[in-house]
């Protein structure tokens, strides 16, 4: 959008960025400082890896329902192979790195089959990280599959601990139909949302994820 002296004139929004044929992204402009963080009482060298863009749901005081209605197919996600490729590519530019960081709207929103796959290409990693989770996609195989890996600590946006308000203020019961999304099982959570019992269960079921979670290694600070 722009002004020619005259009038605003709106420009067709350009073609969306395959998230596959991005180039790396560079770290190198950063002072390394920011990549030392505090964990658990230690200090950690954590790198931040980018998993997808968007995220499949409408929570009302959310941007990302608005930007998939100006884009179609905005929620896009990485190929596993891609996030292979780009671990293994930081890693080998900061080898110190003891910690990961997926940005992600949520991390357990993919294909049950796609997780499956993350998980079995994670283990050539096996570095602890951290993830951020949408309640509607925290199903009991999602979970299982999550308490297979490294991670050192989940993210979760309660937002309102009262469910109508959920459902009629904040659209947490994500309506039927609101967005896109291939995965079935996430279309199904999107059109019956979670109650309060739901989230106690699934709640009890992150809670024993984390409390068996393994020491973390290199514990005694970064590498």
Known sequence: MYHNGYKIVKTVSAPLADMNELPFEDYSIFDERHFVRPFDGTKRYSLPINLDRGCPFS?????????????????????????RDELQYQLREYPQTDFIHFNSESFLSRHVEQLEQ???????????????VAIPSITEKRVEILSKMPVAKVS???????????????KKHMAKGAGAHPDPDVKKMRAG????????????????VMNQRSPMRGSSGPR
């Open 59 to 83: 929570c009302s005081f959310c941007v990302a329902p608005r930007l998939r209605a100006q884009h179609d197919g905005y929620f896009r996600v990485k190929s596993i192979q891609r996030i």
């Open 118 to 132: 993350f998980e079995k290409m994670y283990r050539e990693f096996d570095i602890p990280f951290w993830c951020q």
């Open 193 to 208: 949302g979670k109650t309060n019992s739901d989230m106690k269960k699934y709640g009890r079921g992150m809670a024993k």
């Open 156 to 170: 979760i946006g309660f937002e309102h601990g009262n469910e109508q308000f959920r459902k009629d203020m904040l």
